[in-house]
């Protein structure tokens, strides 16, 4: 077996190197249930949510998943110690099956709390919250970090140093500063320097949308896996076709298979968040539909619709104009850039 065949272990949870990762309003339950159905065995990640949240929700949605969705890890946000251990036990008793805490979120108001990227500053604060994190999980699931290249200074090595000695499991690195957010070219370089300062797992976030972009971050830096993050917005299938150009396979979906995509999304929106469902949807339908003609005429009308029912009259008017014929996905998908994602 080579590289890209290989499953890598962290803290002992077994999985292929490319795995789903956390962007906030984006893979709720129904787009991870999709992604699913197209990578069955691929890590996926809930949402980001700070501690105090998850304490006290009383709707239960950034608990919620469906079964298929395993194997699945929870992403918490924190600035202090207050209300971890309570978290922690909320999420284990959920069943997911890795935490992570993320300290490389940019979007301002994560920041100003002193929570995401802000805490790789404050390595003293950081240090209590990750010794309450381990303390909190006391080994019941593996636990891992997703960092910057820093704060407002690149610190990425020491802050991985850190984490791996206080028990981290793996390291999840976007080699971008907090003031960068998702702009500028990634800094290859820090993540060779913190894939060589660390001995457990280093895994790649941040513009990898294809294969070859993926053999590349490799070839400089030896990671030993990949998070696919934005390339994923409208794109469940995105994660099976970079692991089939790993085995030097192509996948293609056609056109209707794709608007059927984006039908079953809508319901399964629906049947997630109850009749107004249909709004969570409405950030993935650029997407879905970019392939079309009069894409913008069409956009205009789902996302200015008031019901779930026109949205399905209107996706449903697409069918009919199209035959079977593939689709050029390379063409047809497209890697938005939210401006406030973990």
């Known amino acids: 077996m080579g590289f890209w065949d290989e499953h890598i272990s962290i803290g002992g949870l077994v999985g ?84 992570n805490l993320n300290l490389g979120c ?19 604060q950081l240090t209590l919250v990750l010794k309450e994190f381990m303390r909190a999980i006391d080994g019941r699931v593996p636990f891992t970090v997703k960092i ?14 850190l984490a791996e000695g206080l028990g981290s499991a793996a390291i999840m690195i976007h080699p971008r500063t907090q003031p960068q957010g998702f702009t500028g070219l990634p800094d290859h370089d820090i993540v060779r320097q913190v894939k060589d300062a660390v ?40 994660m099976r076709e970079i692991t089939d150009a790993a085995k030097g396979e192509t996948f293609t979906l056609t056109l209707p298979e794709i608007i059927n995509l984006a039908r079953r999304h809508l319901q399964l929106s629906l049947d ?34 008031k019901t779930a029912e026109y949205m399905f009259e209107v996706l449903d008017g697409i069918l009919p104009v199209y035959n079977a014929g593939a689709l050029n996905l390379e063409h047809s998908t497209s890697n938005q850039t939210p401006t406030t994602l973990p």
């Open 16 to 99: 292929p190197r490319f795995m789903a990762a956390p962007l906030d309003g984006i893979t709720d339950s129904p787009m991870r249930q999709l992604i699913r159905e197209f990578s069955p065995d691929e890590l996926l990640f809930g949402e980001m949510r700070h501690v105090s949240c998850v304490v006290n929700e009383r709707t239960g949605h950034c608990l919620k998943y469906d079964k298929v969705e395993h194997p699945i890890a929870f992403q918490f946000s924190a600035n202090t110690e207050k209300n971890i251990v309570g978290a922690v036990e909320k999420v284990l008793e959920a069943g997911f099956e890795s935490i």
């Open 272 to 305: 997630h968040y109850g009749p107004r469902g249909f709004h969570p949807f409405k950030k993935h339908l650029p997407v879905y539909i970019k392939g079309v003609d009069n894409a913008s005429d069409i956009r205009n009308e789902l996302v200015n619709s």
């Open 148 to 161: 910057r290249s820093g704060f407002k200074e690149k610190n990425a090595v020491e802050v991985a140093q």
């Open 106 to 124: 940019p979007a301002k108001n994560v920041v100003r709390s002193g929570s995401g990227s802000a805490l790789m500053a404050d390595l003293t």
């Open 199 to 238: 001995k457990v797992p280093v895994i790649m976030s941040g513009n990898i949308n294809s294969f070859k972009r993926a053999q590349k971050v490799y070839d400089q830096t030896g990671v030993d896996g990949f998070m696919i993050g934005r390339a994923l917005w409208g794109c469940p299938w995105k």
